[in-house]
């Protein structure tokens, strides 16, 4: 929904900078917040970091 929303204002500011339209009628215009109902982000853990590290072939 943000992205189209962001294509639409890039439309209409497209439309001012080509004095097509005076103003843009899309300027105001936001979407939704970005909300996330999960937890964290996995991390590693420092023994699960080291195992990543040491199998990196030098």
């Given at each position: 929904m943000k992205q189209h929303l962001a294509?639409?204002?890039?439309?209409?500011?497209?439309?001012?900078?080509?004095?097509?339209?005076?103003?843009?009628?899309?300027?105001?215009?936001?979407?939704?917040?970005?909300?996330?109902?999960r937890g964290k982000t996995p991390v590693l853990t420092s023994d699960?970091?080291?195992q990543l590290l040491d199998s990196i072939d030098t």
């Open positions: 294509a639409i204002r890039g439309l209409f500011d497209w439309l001012v900078t080509g004095h097509v339209l005076e103003t843009n009628p899309a300027h105001s215009a936001r979407g939704p917040k970005h909300v996330v109902n699960q970091a080291r």
